[in-house]
């Protein structure tokens, strides 16, 4: 069992940055996958970004390539989503979720846990 936090969301004027966290609970958060996912409302719910159990691995919607960032610190249970550059359009709520697999994986039906989302406004 996973238990996925997201945190460091709010508002921000356009070209700014912002960098979420996800925490989460349980003995064997290292053998996961994390991806990022956001949902702006009346639209489905996108993949954003996602890196492999070790970190060696990651991928990018071409939505955010070169301006947002993943990583993680297997040390602190923790992925971070950095965010650069931010756009009115990158507006949504912010979900991290893991998946057991351990490898990247876009599909949102993969991902086994999710943490309850961050809201990202971004401001034109």
């Known amino acids: 069992q996973v238990q996925l936090v997201e945190s460091g969301g709010g508002l921000v004027q356009a070209g700014g940055s912002l960098r979420l966290s996800c925490a989460a609970s349980?003995?064997?958060?290292?053998?996961?996958?994390i991806g990022w996912f956001r949902q702006a409302p009346g639209k489905e719910r996108e993949f954003v970004a996602t890196i492999s159990w070790s970190g060696g691995s990651t991928y990018y919607a071409d939505s955010v390539k070169g301006r947002f960032t993943i990583s993680r610190d297997n040390a602190k249970n923790t992925v971070y989503l950095q965010m650069n550059t931010l756009k009115p359009e990158d507006t949504a709520v912010y979900y991290c979720?893991?998946?057991?697999?351990?490898?990247?994986?876009?599909?949102?039906?993969?991902?086994?846990?999710w943490g309850q989302g961050t809201q990202v406004t971004v401001s034109s």
């Open positions: 349980g003995r064997t958060f290292s053998r996961y996958a």
């Open positions: 979720a893991a998946d057991f697999r351990g490898t990247i994986t876009i599909a949102t039906d993969q991902y086994d846990y």
